[in-house]
């Protein structure tokens, strides 16, 4: 466990100390977390900001890609000043300025598995806020290998889907689990051509965060082996249970 929290600590994260599930002790695991996120765009914008703002003590962020206009409505971190602008480096300069106490590492290339395999240990929560399967099943697979806490986060349209897997649970159920097909087409996630509104990236990026410091404190219900369904058009939520495949 992290030294006691400072007097500016304790004013600058009064609000949330003052929570009987929190106190200081539970913002010292706070600041003692180390949280990966994958990928800075309508997700990783809001679920990395809120968790700054918590107070976390590590942060790593992965994107290769440069800011676009067609970026700034949803990505909350990004200016039309920042366009062309490597995303990673504007964001951790944008965190720093919310919470200069956050180790923020910066991991400016597309992820495969040599480098993520490298990274990854020194995490132990994981945020996939990517738009590929590629990527979500690369995401899936070495934190299951590794057995880190995953979180993974889908957009669309109106709509948001969030997955929880806690893979130091031998029982655990994975992304595979439920998108069995051999092959996923990457149409239900491409905002470029079904659009989506830029309220429903922020609200399920926040929801990643919330679900991250919940497991950090370990408190209320989290996720685990289920997926949230988000219908931000009708405003309809739901949960479904996910069953593991058998062998």
Do not use: W
């Not at 009987?20 to 990966?36: F, M, P, S």
């Not at 948001?160 to 069995?180: A, E, M, T, V």
């Not at 491409?190 to 990643?208: F, K, M, P, R, S």
Request: proline share 1%; with cysteine.
């Amino acid at each position: 466990m992290s030294t006691k929290l400072n007097k500016k600590e304790i004013e600058k994260f009064s609000r949330q100390i003052i929570l009987k599930n929190i106190g200081t002790l539970g913002q010292r695991k706070i600041r003692g977390a180390k949280v990966l996120m994958i990928g800075m765009g309508g997700l990783g914008c809001p679920a990395t900001e809120f968790l700054t703002r918590s107070g976390i003590g590590t942060l790593g962020i992965v994107d290769d890609d440069k800011v676009a206009l067609s970026n700034i409505h949803r990505q909350s971190l990004f200016t039309e000043k920042d366009i062309n602008k490597s995303k990673v480096r504007i964001a951790k300069k944008r965190l720093n300025e919310i919470n200069p106490k956050t180790k923020i590492n910066i991991f400016n290339y597309r992820l495969n598995k040599v480098k993520f395999s490298k990274i990854i240990k020194n995490y132990d929560y994981i945020i996939d806020g990517t738009d590929n399967f590629e990527s979500k099943f690369l995401i899936n697979d070495i934190s299951l290998k590794y057995k880190k806490f995953l979180i993974v986060g889908a957009i669309s349209k109106f709509d948001g889907h969030i997955f929880s897997f806690d893979f130091k649970n031998k029982n655990s159920p994975s992304l595979r689990d439920f998108y069995q097909e051999e092959v996923v087409t990457d149409d239900i996630l491409n905002c470029e051509y079904d659009g989506i509104l830029g309220t429903v990236a922020g609200i399920v990026g926040t929801i990643q965060a919330n679900e991250i410091l919940k497991k950090i404190l370990n408190i209320g219900q989290n996720l685990n082996g289920f997926i949230l369904i988000i219908d931000l058009l009708d405003l309809n939520l739901r949960k479904v249970k996910i069953t593991r495949r058998k062998k």
